[in-house]
């Protein structure tokens, strides 16, 4: 047996895996010899991604379609838990968000990110954390992104919902801290997905007076992921991400902060940035 399943067992369930990050990680978790449990709404498309690793890597796959915001989720993962012992989860719904203002998006729309974001890593840790504790060993990664170290324009709930993720993480990494159960905040920055692309993100141009954006592939956010897994309680992918990371963090000036996630948000989405007072 491999130190990787030793430590995260044979099953992890991927939420979110039909295509981009999450289809990434499952494809490297399926590598290493994991079975696992996919997740997404789109159930067609998972077959296919079943059929894919199970032919390349001989591993049992188990796909439900889900919608990660419904309201009986909860008794969804309740049966899944029932029928396989999930040692690592990966988080990774709500990657693709658009752009638009805060008081353009319905109410609905809104508490859907709050639903997907928010709540749905709730009930995915308070489900299969426990059993995590009791084996003393299993991981947990939960995806967030560049945008959760500051609000801007057009992501004003995306946002906020993404720095739940990331201080969710850092929370449970010190909880679980000596328990034998990794957790790990992994925040992407701008990638290359089938969700994202279809968005209307633009990733040729760049903000005014910034460095032009080279989106990272979902393979290498996945890579990283995995490689951080039970170092730290959060990695930035990515350099330039993690340098942005750095600086964003550091600024003195919280208004400059904001705005350059707001113009920089405003120009992946070919949108105007709003004028200044």
């Known amino acids: 047996m491999s130190e990787f399943i030793e430590q ?5 369930l991927v939420a979110g895996a039909s295509e981009g ?3 990434s990680f ?4 399926a590598a290493r010899g994991m079975n696992l449990v996919l997740l997404a ?3 067609e498309v998972l077959a296919q991604v079943k059929a894919e690793l199970e032919a390349a890597h001989g591993v049992e796959v188990v796909v439900r379609a889900v919608d990660l915001t419904a309201p009986d989720l909860a008794d969804t993962l309740a049966d899944i838990a029932a029928q396989h012992d999930i040692g690592l989860l990966v988080y990774n719904a709500g990657a693709a968000h658009g ?6 998006e319905t109410t609905e729309n809104l508490l859907s990110l709050v639903h997907l974001n928010c709540t749905g890593p709730i009930l995915m840790v308070k489900q299969f954390a426990g059993p995590m504790l009791a084996r003393k060993r299993g991981g947990i990664i939960l995806l967030s992104s ?3 170290l500051s609000g801007g324009a057009y992501i004003a709930t995306y946002a906020a919902t993404k720095a739940f993720d990331m201080i969710l993480a850092e929370g449970l990494w010190d909880e679980m801290r000596g328990s034998n159960v990794h957790v790990l905040g992994l925040v992407a920055g701008a990638t ?4 994202m692309l279809k968005s209307g993100v633009v990733f040729a141009q760049g903000a005014e007076g910034q460095e032009q954006i080279t989106p990272m592939t979902s393979d290498q956010v996945a890579d990283e992921g995995l490689a951080n897994l039970g170092k730290k309680p959060v990695h930035i992918a990515g350099e330039k991400n993690f340098a942005a990371a750095v600086a964003l963090r550091s600024a003195a000036d919280r208004v ?3 705005q350059y996630m707001g113009t920089a948000t405003a120009s992946l989405f070919g949108k105007p940035y709003p004028t200044k007072d």
Do not use: C, D, H
């Open 192 to 195: 290359s997905t089938p969700a």
């Open 41 to 43: 709404r789109r159930v």
């Open 99 to 104: 752009a638009a203002t805060f008081m353009s």
């Open 256 to 258: 400059q902060t904001i």
């Open 26 to 29: 499952a494809n490297r978790l």
């Open 8 to 12: 995260y067992g044979e099953w992890a």
């Open 146 to 148: 560049l945008s959760a």
């Open 21 to 23: 990050i999450g289809k």
